[in-house]
């Protein structure tokens, strides 16, 4: 059976940073398309960053250009986000998300929720002014 589990969300102040960390159990995603998406109160759950570790590419939506990272361990299984200079409108709950296979850049496919088969359960993130 597959998991995912998030951790490391919380409270922070406007600038701070935060790394968030996604342990993966029950198979390894080494070929296909795992990352971040967030879903503020109120909102569609949306993309933030995703990468596919063979090929080394990394999609960002541009609120995370220049703030956030991604980063796995592979020894551990374990995804991270790393996030820098947070805002308040950065403030939801993050998802962990793995694909089963490696999302194509064409119409976007790595940022619809839908092309994702595994979803961890969520951390929260709230950033105040």
């Known amino acids: 059976q597959v998991q995912l589990v998030e951790s490391g969300g919380g409270l922070v102040q406007a600038g701070a940073s935060l790394r968030l960390s996604c342990a993966a159990s029950?198979?390894?995603?080494?070929?296909?398309?795992m990352g971040w998406f967030r879903q503020a109160p109120g909102q569609e759950r949306e993309f933030v960053i995703v990468?596919?570790?063979?090929?080394?590419?990394?999609y960002y939506t541009d609120s995370a250009k220049g703030r956030f990272t991604i980063s796995r361990d592979n020894t551990k299984n374990i995804l991270y986000l790393q996030m820098n200079s947070l805002k308040p409108e950065d403030t939801a709950v993050y998802y962990c998300a793995a694909a089963n296979t490696r999302l194509p850049d064409y119409n976007r496919a790595y940022s619809r929720p839908r092309n994702y088969a595994y979803w961890g359960q969520g951390t929260q993130v709230t950033v105040s002014p």
């Open positions: 029950g198979r390894t995603f080494d070929s296909d398309t």
């Open positions: 990468s596919t570790w063979s090929g080394g590419i990394t």
